[in-house]
């Protein structure tokens, strides 16, 4: 069982940072793929950045590539996603997931745990 909490949300003009961090509890994080996802409101969640077990592997969204970073502290338990150049568009919930057993997925079916999310708002 892994339990996931987000933070590091909240409200940015447009062309500035944010830095999201995700706190995992349990034995199973550096054996998971790790990823953040979000959703803005009436649309489906979207993959927006995966890092694979060890680190050394990582997926963007076209739309967040070169602008955000995705990184983990194994040490820490704890997964990072550091968001700059931030647009309007970006603004949504923004959740972290765990794949257990997995070496690195893009793919929302197949992680396993969830957060609840934190808010991010960009303003234009």
């Known amino acids: 069982q892994v339990q996931l909490a987000e933070s590091g949300g909240g409200l940015v003009q447009a062309g500035g940072s944010l830095r999201l961090s995700c706190e995992a509890s349990?034995?199973?994080?550096?054996?998971?793929?790790m990823g953040w996802f979000r959703q803005a409101p009436g649309k489906e969640r979207e993959f927006v950045a995966a890092?694979?077990?060890?680190?050394?592997?990582?997926y963007y969204a076209g739309s967040v590539k070169g602008r955000f970073t995705i990184s983990r502290d194994n040490a820490k338990n704890t997964v990072y996603l550091q968001m700059n150049s931030l647009k309007p568009e970006d603004t949504a919930v923004y959740y972290c997931?765990?794949?257990?057993?997995?070496?690195?997925?893009?793919?929302?079916?197949?992680?396993?745990?969830w957060g609840q999310g934190t808010q991010v708002t960009v303003s234009s």
């Open positions: 997931a765990a794949a257990s057993s997995i070496i690195v997925t893009i793919h929302i079916h197949e992680y396993d745990y």
């Open positions: 349990g034995r199973t994080f550096s054996s998971s793929a």
């Open positions: 890092i694979s077990r060890s680190g050394g592997i990582t």
